[in-house]
């Protein structure tokens, strides 16, 4: 079945510096969603991108789709404190409806 | 706030038991969807409905069912609990059945069987 891998699984990094974190997916998506989880908090949607090779950004936050429609990148700019949370991207499933989450990126910024 | 509501808030039971968790889903959303987040775990699809009916399955064990009602909130049960079951559970809901849509998620209901 279908698979949505993301590297890496943890990223620490000093406020200020920059983070990225990866999406591929085994299969061809028609799209992908991007969510973030706060510490102890729910998944919220934060972007779709659809089109091939699409980039969308949302102040320091930037998503790409790949040319390919099988991976994707988040990068966030000059982290800060408020940006700690779990990263996860998700893309449909071939066969039915159900959305396919990656594993997620857990980011840490220190102060 | 998603606009998506889940009851209870945080459910302690012992191995063996039963327990129903509650999901109302945003004003006008028709479906529905169910995961599993253990500890440090990605989000683990369970199941989704779409205006009362089974949409699509994912990893659910045998233990569990869910439905959904017509006034469109849903409930999961999880029978035969054993420790491994517990977690975070959380409920989604979309306008559409389709995998385009964007999920609001709930707050989750956290499990804990002892």
């Known amino acids: 079945g279908q698979q949505v891998m993301q590297i890496p699984q943890y990223q620490h990094v000093q406020e200020g510096e920059d983070f990225t974190t990866y999406c591929n997916s085994s299969?061809?998506?028609?799209?992908i969603q991007w969510y973030k989880q706060r510490p102890g908090g729910h998944p919220v949607f934060l972007i779709q991108?659809?089109?091939?090779?699409e980039v969308k950004k949302q102040k320091r936050l930037t998503f790409q789709f790949g040319e390919a429609k099988k991976n994707s990148s988040l990068h966030i700019t000059a982290t800060q404190t408020t940006d700690v949370g779990t990263y996860f991207c998700?893309?449909?499933?071939?066969?039915?409806?159900?959305?396919?989450f990656g594993g997620g990126t857990r980011l840490m910024v220190k102060p | 706030d998603s606009g998506v509501t889940q009851t209870p808030k945080h459910l302690i039971t012992a191995t063996g038991q039963r327990v129903t968790l509650r999901c109302s889903p945003r004003?006008?959303?028709?479906?529905v969807y169910w995961y599993q987040q253990s500890l440090d775990q990605g989000l683990q699809f369970l199941i989704q409905?779409?205006?009362?009916?089974?949409?699509a399955k994912g990893n659910i064990l045998e233990r569990f069912s869910a439905q959904q009602f017509p006034d469109l909130h849903s409930e999961l049960n999880l029978s035969s609990l054993e420790l491994g079951d517990s977690a975070l559970y959380f409920c989604?809901?979309?306008?559409?059945?389709?995998?385009?849509?964007?999920?609001?998620f709930g707050p989750g209901t956290r499990l804990t069987v002892l």
């Open positions: 989604a809901s979309s306008g559409t059945g389709q995998g385009m849509s964007e999920q609001f």
């Open positions: 299969t061809t998506l028609s799209n």
């Open positions: 991108l659809v089109k091939s090779g």
């Open positions: 998700a893309g449909p499933a071939r066969a039915g409806n159900m959305l396919t």
């Open positions: 004003s006008g959303d028709l479906s």
């Open positions: 409905y779409y205006n009362g009916e089974e949409r």
